[in-house]
Structures are given as structure tokens and as C-alpha cells.
């Protein structure tokens, strides 16, 4: 994408696909991470916090 092309902060809210994008991406990096250093995650569940271990945790293959 070219300068001209660059979508301002204000195309990028209204549209999401991008954000939502590099949201998804960056939670699959952190949650391999935390996969491949041996910690556990936490994620919300039923109304408490609840810690996922390490070995339980589930990335996806292929990020966009």
C-alpha cells in the first residue's frame, strides 16, 4: 500500500477488518508464546478467571 493509499485512523475504525485482524494475530503470537515458555493463560469462563496450561492451549496454524 503506496502513501496515497495509507486509510486514516477514521477508515480503519468505521471499516474494523484490519483492527480485528491484527487483534486476532497478536492474541495467537502472545498465546504461543506463553505456549512455548511453559506458562499457563488466563481466560474468562462461566463468570471467573480460570488458568489454561500450557499445554492446553490451542493456537491456530495459520495466522493472517
Known sequence: MSVAEKKTIDELFRDGKE???ALRN???QALL???????????????KVVLIKPEDIVVEEKQN
Not at 506463553?34 to 481466560?43: C, D, L, Q, R
Request: proline share 5%; net charge neutral; glycine share 10%.
Open 26 to 28: 497478536a492474541v495467537q
Open 33 to 47: 508464546q506463553h505456549k512455548k515458555a511453559g506458562n499457563p493463560v488466563a481466560e474468562w469462563r462461566d463468570g
Open 19 to 21: 483492527i480485528d485482524t
